[in-house]
Each structure stands twice: as structure tokens, then as C-alpha cells.
């Protein structure tokens, strides 16, 4: 059902329990992304694979520190997410926003979206420096986590017109 008169630009954003129970885990997952990150980075021989193929083959070496860069442009994107859901009226979004379910329902896939970001960090970090023969396989694993995330919150807003 469509409020009339209803303006996203108008919608404040205010702290609740389900924000910051998403907040507190973004928070302990980062922790604990960067704790294992850090310790793959120790463990790791003094050249890695830093560059992949198509065929997920690596064809780029160079210093295991060179994963911060990565991991850590991955990890300000995800603080980017957490931080936008506070500013609804800056997000993007297949539907038009017409109520607040979709806007409560748009906020939910960011902070979902900047968690699944520190996994995807994780996941380069583990190829490039923790298997003994590197795959693609734990990145498109949370890619496709990510697509899934779009997709279903897309649904979902979709329906609560």
C-alpha cells in the first residue's frame, strides 16, 4: 500500500537494538577477519601469489603485506555500508521507496552487505595466502552471497509496495 506523500528524503534513521546487534557483529567479525588476516600474514612465506588468471592460475607474485591492500579497501567499503544505512536517502535501489518497510528493508541489505564485504576480504586473504594451491572457489562463494543478498532484499521491497 503506497503512503501518499511519503519522501525518503525525509526519513531520520535512528539508533535501534537491530542496528546495533548488526553493528556489534560488524564489529567482532572484523575483529576476528583482521585477527586471521594478520596471522595468515605471519604464517605466509615471503612470496605469494598476488594476481590471479581467468583459470584462477596466479601469475603476479610478491610480499604476503601486500593483502592489507586489498582486505583493506574491501574493509572501508563495509564500514562505507554500515555508515550509509544511516542516510537512507543516499541509497541506490531497484524499487522506488514508497513506504518505510522498504526503507527499514533497504538498511537490513546494506549492513547484511558490508558483513558478507569483511567476509570477502577474508576470502582474498585466504587465497593469497593461506592455501597451498590457490582457487577461486572462497571468493565466489561470498560473491554469490552477495548477489543472493541484492536479490532477495530486492524481493522483498519489491513486495512490500
Known amino acids: 500500500m503506497e503512503q501518499k506523500n511519503f519522501d ?3 526519513v531520520k534513521v535512528h539508533r535501534t537494538t ?3 546487534v548488526f553493528e556489534a ?4 567479525v572484523a575483529l576476528v577477519v583482521w585477527g586471521i588476516i594478520v596471522w595468515l600474514i605471519h604464517q605466509a612465506p615471503d612470496i605469494v601469489p598476488t594476481h590471479f588468471d581467468g583459470s584462477g592460475n ?7 603485506v601486500g593483502v592489507i591492500i586489498p582486505c583493506g579497501i574491501l574493509t572501508i567499503v563495509a564500514i562505507g555500508c554500515m555508515v550509509i544505512a544511516y542516510f537512507p536517502r543516499h541509497i541506490n ?4 521507496i514508497t513506504n518505510i518497510r522498504q526503507v527499514e528493508l ?5 549492513r547484511v552487505a558490508g558483513i558478507t564485504l ?7 586473504a585466504y587465497i593469497m595466502l593461506g592455501m597451498s594451491k590457490p582457487s577461486p572457489a572462497p ?17 522483498l521491497t519489491n513486495k512490500a509496495k
Do not use: D, H
Request: glycine share 4%; no cysteine; hydrophobic share 60%.
Open 25 to 28: 557483529a560488524f564489529v567482532v
Open 18 to 20: 537491530e542496528g546495533t
Open 139 to 155: 571468493v565466489i562463494a561470498v560473491i554469490v552471497l552477495l548477489i543472493l543478498n541484492i536479490f532477495i532484499f530486492s524481493i
Open 118 to 124: 569483511l567476509l570477502l576480504a577474508l576470502a582474498v
Open 106 to 110: 533497504t538498511i537490513r541489505s546494506i
Open 58 to 64: 596466479p601469475n603476479a607474485y610478491g610480499s604476503p
Open 8 to 10: 525518503i528524503k525525509n
Open 93 to 96: 535501489t531497484t524499487t522506488k
